[in-house]
């Protein structure tokens, strides 16, 4: 392999949701975040050069399926992903949250919602976590984050189950002062870098990343004594 293949072998295009502050956004045609920042990170130790193709979240397994990009990120894993994806290891954690009309206090757990009406991305870990968990809940499947945030601000939902770090940034933007903004996650959800079930070059992927990952969590371990 020449040294030019070589280079070219190491550069992967990653898809992205355009739309996900504060871990994925675009700002002056550059897409950078807190997830993003990490990944980067990442790929430096592992010899990988990452160019990001931001696209709306209904759109992503649809390029991933098209071929246009080797990888999604930031995703979390649930049981309909993993149909499609394999994962590399956590690279953050978040998790979801209630967001409900103010002055009402945000719920803090699942126990406290015991029914109602709740909007939450149809695409999200969260829809199918309250289908399994929450059946007695009235569930509105969206297409993006806001619609549920508005739904929540016209009383047509109760309550909006979002990412809590992403919900609460669009809350206070579009709907400052009306939404009670949630104080802790109901659930804990890791963020991973996913590859489609191909093997080859995706399988490359997952080993060099989950390397730099594991090898970053030795280095904050105190060898044993």
């Known amino acids: 392999m020449t040294d030019r293949q070589d280079e070219m072998a190491h550069k992967i295009t990653v898809v992205v949701e ?11 045609d550059r897409v950078v975040g807190l997830a993003v920042d990490a990944l980067d990170a990442l790929a ?7 160019e990001y193709l931001p696209a709306p979240a ?3 397994q649809a390029i991933i399926a098209e071929g246009r990009a080797a990888a999604a990120f930031p995703l ?5 992903r993993l149909a499609v994806f394999d994962f590399s290891d956590p690279v953050l954690v978040t998790g979801g949250g209630f967001f ?10 699942l126990a406290d919602l015991r029914a109602g009406r709740i ?4 695409t999200g870990p969260l829809a199918a976590f ?11 499947p969206t297409g993006d984050y806001i619609e549920p945030l508005r739904m929540v601000v016209s009383g047509e939902a109760d309550a909006a189950a979002l990412n809590l770090e992403a919900g609460s940034i669009l809350a206070e933007r579009l709907f400052p002062g009306r939404i009670s903004l949630p104080a802790s996650h109901f659930l804990q959800l890791p963020l991973a870098l996913g590859v489609p079930k191909r093997g080859g070059e995706t399988s490359s992927i997952l080993r ?18």
Do not use: C, M
Request: glycine residues 4%; hydrophobic residues 45%.
């Open 130 to 140: 309250l289908r399994t968990h929450a059946p007695d809940l009235t569930l509105f």
């Open 208 to 225: 060099r990343i989950n390397e730099a990952i594991r090898a970053g969590r030795g280095a904050k371990t105190p060898d044993a004594e």
């Open 100 to 109: 409900v009309a103010a002055p009402s206090p945000a719920p803090v757990a």
């Open 44 to 50: 430096r130790q592992a010899g990988l050069e990452i």
């Open 119 to 122: 909007a939450t991305p149809a």
């Open 58 to 60: 209904s759109l992503i």
């Open 76 to 80: 979390a894993i649930n049981p309909e």
């Open 18 to 28: 355009e739309s996900f502050a504060p871990f994925v956004q675009v700002e002056d």
